[in-house]
């Protein structure tokens, strides 16, 4: 998935609810940095995909 234009991954609760985003900042074809989202209140207000 593409998070703010960044590839990123999104993981789920066995409820099918968000748990986690994260976003891979590369560089020269190589992962730089993650930056992890967890706060359940910040991923309820996004438009994610559910659970494939």
Known sequence: ???N???GMLSWRE???SLSV???I???GRITGI???VDP?????MDL???A
């Open 35 to 37: 930056a992890a989202l």
């Open 1 to 3: 998935m593409l998070a």
């Open 5 to 7: 234009g960044l590839p």
């Open 41 to 45: 209140a910040r991923l309820a207000a």
């Open 22 to 24: 994260l976003i891979f």
């Open 15 to 17: 409820d099918g609810t």
């Open 26 to 28: 590369v560089a020269d």
């Open 49 to 51: 995909p559910g659970p």
